[in-house]
């Protein structure tokens, strides 16, 4: 399994973006994945999480109603879509599969990064 994360970058508060997740060697449809971030001297937290059975969806209340989670199963892509962004969201972001063949698979982490 080989998660690849990309469009992170430095953006100004109040501005966008959208992170994607591109996935290999797993079969994309059927596993729950999330987007996780972590800053410096803080532990890696749980921002968004998309449930494979029924595609229900979850996320920190921090960023409820900005932050839009979603998949291209046929692509094998998951998005993060990040809007009104606040210097606190500034953090490494990592997408994740969870609980795939009793264990989780991370990727690499893009950095986010915003200005006030």
């Known amino acids: 399994v080989q998660l690849v994360e990309s469009g992170g970058g430095l953006v100004q508060a109040g501005g966008s973006l959208r992170l994607s997740c591109a996935a290999s060697?797993?079969?994309?449809?059927?596993?729950?994945m999330g987007w996780f971030r972590q800053s410096p001297g803080k532990q890696r937290e749980l921002v968004a999480v998309?449930?494979?059975?029924?595609?229900?969806?979850n996320y920190a209340d921090s960023v409820k109603g900005r932050f839009t989670i979603s998949r291209d199963n046929a692509e094998k892509v998951m998005y993060l879509q990040m809007n009104n962004l606040k210097p606190e969201d500034t953090a490494v972001y990592f997408c994740?599969?969870?609980?795939?063949?009793?264990?989780?698979?991370w990727g690499q982490g893009t950095q986010v990064t915003v200005s006030s």
């Open positions: 994740a599969v969870l609980g795939y063949l009793g264990r989780n698979y």
């Open positions: 060697g797993i079969s994309f449809s059927i596993k729950t």
């Open positions: 998309l449930v494979s059975a029924g595609g229900s969806t």
